[in-house]
């Protein structure tokens, strides 16, 4: 945790002058019924998750922080820390400068997010959240739209749990064997420029990013005595749409991309839709139904999405206690691999709050590798958390 307190340290005199703290702890337990493929991986795992925050703001000008700690039991490698905003922000009429270290989002599918490529994922958070991008970022607001110019100095590995942990890919990751195409490594200054506009119902959006892939390429090698999994981030050029259309219940969503990777040009695409039911039985509850489509010319060693159709129900109570919940079932065209997902939560008061999320793979093939070696990771997770 010492980043995160860290930073605490370097605001804390701007704290005295102003602003406000606040965040939440959060206890975790995940439970895995099924016995583990390889004997040193856990049956349960336990964590702790400390997220501070803070925010000052000036006339034209604000600063913004939150971090991320989170201390698991031993034997699963996932402890660690991370400063995820730690951002300067100064703006005028119709612009905005921001520097620092930040965390965004590009995109409008639920189930993939072919556009969202500025944060690395969190390999060691159970539930995939991003790692923290430093940045210095130019936002242009005019009647054509929002115009998002990036430079993102330094690349972000996303690391990898140890042998003990679930959730883990079935050969050990070599982390420290990590290679990179570009000749300046993680030093590396990628760019990434996204253009948004709307249109009566219709939200759009244009991506260009140039730079590393945030997702490696696991290649099996031997190495210190053994088989291993040597992580490789080859340089990417990306060109993305993003698009939303609201037609009375229905939301209409895309995602498309073309990648130019290591001399191939590779395209990829999530379309689907999600349509509403208000009032559910005479009640004040939601329901939504969703449907999308995953396709990747990658093929199954890059992604579990390269020919796959989502099936979801999101469930909303719209009550004081923000009850929520939602189940997707992802289902592999090619094979019938099948992988079920959950997530819900409830406020038991203003400052507590309950969840529940899972993951349970069905049917899985050996035609399907990256699901195949989390057949019997399956698992359950109970959250509790406190925010002050």
Aim: glycine letters at 10%; hydrophobic letters at 35%.
């Amino acid at each position: 945790m010492r980043r995160t307190f860290a930073a605490l340290l370097v605001i804390a005199p701007l704290a005295a002058s102003g602003g406000e703290f606040g965040g939440s702890l959060e206890a975790r337990l995940a439970t895995y019924p099924s016995t583990p493929l390889d004997p040193q991986q856990q049956k349960n795992a336990y964590s702790l998750v400390f997220n501070p925050e803070f925010s000052h703001q000036w006339e034209t000008s604000s600063l913004s922080f939150s971090g991320y700690s989170q201390l698991s039991d031993d034997n699963s490698g996932r402890s660690h820390n991370d400063i995820r905003e730690l951002e300067f922000i100064t703006w005028g009429e119709q612009w905005e400068l921001r520097a620092g270290i930040g965390e965004l989002f590009w995109g409008s599918t639920e189930s993939r997010h072919l556009v969202d490529v500025v944060n690395q994922r969190d390999g060691l958070a159970l539930e995939g959240s991003k790692l923290g991008q430093p940045l210095v970022g130019l936002t242009l607001t005019h009647d054509w739209g929002n115009l998002d110019l990036l430079l993102l100095p330094g690349f972000r590995k996303g690391g990898f749990p140890d042998s003990g942990s679930r959730l883990r890919p079935a050969l050990p990751v070599a982390d420290a064997l990590t290679t990179y195409e570009a000749e300046e490594g993680d030093d590396h200054i990628d760019g990434a420029l996204h253009w948004s506009a709307s249109l009566d119902t219709v939200d759009f959006g244009l991506t260009l990013f140039e730079g590393t892939q945030r997702q490696p390429r696991l290649t099996p090698q031997l190495a210190g005595g053994g088989p291993v999994l040597i992580p490789h981030y080859p340089l990417l050029t990306l060109y993305g749409l993003d698009l939303t259309w609201l037609n009375e219940d229905w939301i209409w969503k895309l995602e498309a991309v073309s990648r130019r990777v290591e001399g191939q040009t590779q395209r990829a695409l999530t379309v689907g839709f999600e349509v509403a039911q208000y009032g559910l039985f005479d009640s004040s509850s939601d329901l939504g139904w969703l449907v999308e489509y995953s396709w990747d010319e990658g093929g199954k060693s890059n992604t579990l999405f390269d020919n796959d159709l989502m099936v979801g129900l999101r469930w909303s109570g719209n009550d004081s206690d923000s009850s929520e919940a939602m189940l997707g079932l992802m289902i592999d065209l090619e094979n019938e691999s099948k992988l079920l997902s959950l997530e819900a939560s409830r406020r038991l008061t203003d400052d507590w709050k309950i969840g529940f999320s899972g993951k349970a793979v069905i049917d899985s093939s050996e035609g399907d590798p990256l699901l195949y070696g989390l057949r019997q990771d399956s698992y359950l997770e109970a959250s509790l958390s406190y925010f002050f």
